[in-house]
């Protein structure tokens, strides 16, 4: 049974999707309004107003997902803007915030560590200036600066595995597409070789048989038109033969369900004919373990893939316009999939071009 995705289903998942990260980074700013509002009419220093605008600015790029160093530089920077506060009232409410975001461009396990390096710094700065703590409000500080961290880290999570279901599912419908049009070719190969064996040979048996007819009785030139007759039929009997075999693989359909808006990746394909299905399928495995890779590791809006004949066999060539981490080496993914272009005797190249992921390939013509 073929899969099939309700398109109104998906629809409305982007839009909730789309409506909770909205709504996230709405309710953030208001908050950010109100504080600064407060500090504002409470005549705060244009230095501290200067600080909570670099806290916001903080909160904007946070919703803009930043990873990696620049998301220790940015966690640092909003918690110093934080520290410059002496009212713990502000900072219980942007220290909640704050916590909210940790999930969002600290890698694990650092987000619940510096939560608490972050609270604990604030309560010891009460300490200082205050030279008491009240153990309710200390319990309530701790309890609603790890329940704001553990609900963003739920959410973070429950998105990374809906993600990852998007990609499976994305996979399986492209196998699924790739499957059904092997099946078709192998149906087509199997009607050619029957109408070859079976009405070719009749047809060929029938004209040479009025052939001899025609030698033995040359007055019954009706045995000429049949014979032509019969050849013209083998003729277009063996043209039709041709073209079914000469029937190639549709492997664009299965490639472009790998990408697309739904994953923000814009899939660009160049693919030339192919007919072999062990090569359509190798193409389509290197391929899907291409976009992989880009999706998990690259970042990129974009990627281009194209297919060439080369001599007796194909050059694929995959590359996307994204940056790969300067700590990044092949997985086993790559590795296996060099390890079956190998068996297919061909040869996998695996490096960077400007940073970016580049991947060139030598197939055989199957």
Known sequence: MAYWQNPLLAHNARMNKDFYRNANFLAGSLTW??????MATQGSSMLALGLMLLFFFGFVLQCAHWHGRWG???AGASAVALFSFNSFGYLGVLGVIWCAGAPLYLPKPWPLPAALAMASAFVLSQHFHYQSIDLIWLGLWYSFHLFSLGMAQSARSEKLA???LESLNRELQATQMLLEE??????RLRIARDLHDSLGHQLTALAIGLQVQRRTHPQLTQLAVLEGQARDALGSVRSAVSDIRDENLDLKAALEQLAGPAVGLNLHLELCSVAEPQLAQLVFLLSREAITNTLRHAGASSAWLTLAPKGQGYEWRYRDNGK???HWRQGMGLKGMAERVAAAGGTLQVGREHEALMLKAELGGG
Do not use: D
């Not at 092997?182 to 149906?187: D, I, K, L, S, V």
């Open 33 to 38: 309004l109100v504080v600064i509002g407060f």
């Open 72 to 74: 220790w530089l940015l």
């Open 162 to 164: 809906r993600q990852e």
């Open 182 to 187: 092997t099946g078709r070719q192998a149906e």
């Open 324 to 326: 790969l981490a300067a």
